[in-house]
């Protein structure tokens, strides 16, 4: 079972480079996430959709867009890339049902420089 | 005010010994579920286990076993029996019913097993 996808696993980019990470889950779930984790901080909130056709702000929504392009898919998109922006980011799935955990795609690992 | 609050940075347990690691929550929801998380140094996040808010007992998974105290607004995991592959980061979390959309997640706790 594939789960949570996410694409790529590893990036670089320049400061003021654009980029979309991808994700897609296959276990139709209403709800995706993304977040961000840094050292100390644990997992951040940047955008997530409860369901097809809508998204929401996060903790830290500033610099990034987010996408739900259908119910598999959500991705988030960083139109000029920051050094501050340099963090591993997750994306995750859930039911829309609050005993329902969530399950996390294995993470993108993008430098900013 | 923190949704969620884990106060210990970094534990050390010796193998085969039990160890607590701590997470009290803040919530008005009546409704709410509290789960708990595993992350190895290899990066991925492992779900452990659940305890939901009108569960009249403790959840318990193999060797995990959460201490819910309601009044006290704690979810402690327990883990019995350590072992070194339990090494690992561990982060609290929340999901409220009327919020049900959001996970909200504390800092985390390095969990170091001594052989």
């Known amino acids: 079972n594939a789960g949570v996808t996410q694409t790529p696993k590893f990036q670089v980019l320049k400061t003021g480079q654009s980029m979309t990470l991808q994700c897609a889950q296959d276990m139709n779930h209403n709800s995706m996430y993304w977040y961000r984790q840094d050292p100390g901080m644990g997992l951040r909130l940047i955008y997530y959709s409860a369901s097809e056709g809508t998204t929401d702000k996060g903790e830290v929504p500033n610099g990034y867009n987010v996408s739900r392009l259908n119910k598999r898919e959500f991705s988030l998109r960083l139109e000029s890339a920051a050094p501050s922006q340099t963090s591993v980011y997750f994306c995750?799935?859930?039911?829309?049902?609050?005993?329902?955990?969530?399950?996390f795609g294995d993470g993108t690992r993008l430098s900013i420089l | 005010a923190q949704k969620i609050t884990q106060t210990q940075p970094g534990m050390f347990v010796q193998e085969k010994e039990a160890v607590t690691l701590d997470c009290t929550y803040d919530t008005s929801d009546p409704s709410y579920g509290l789960f708990w998380y595993k992350q190895p140094s290899s990066g991925e996040m492992i779900f452990l286990i659940y305890q939901g808010s009108y569960d009249q007992q403790n959840a318990t998974e193999g060797r995990y076993s959460l201490n819910f105290q309601k009044a006290r607004k704690s979810a402690n995991l327990v883990i019995s029996a350590s072992q070194l592959g339990d090494s690992a980061m561990y982060f609290c979390?929340?999901?409220?019913?009327?919020?049900?959309?959001?996970?909200?997640f504390g800092t985390g706790t390095s969990l170091t097993v001594i052989p």
């Open positions: 995750a799935s859930s039911l829309l049902r609050s005993n329902q955990p969530q399950h």
């Open positions: 979390a929340m999901r409220e019913e009327n919020t049900g959309n959001q996970f909200y």
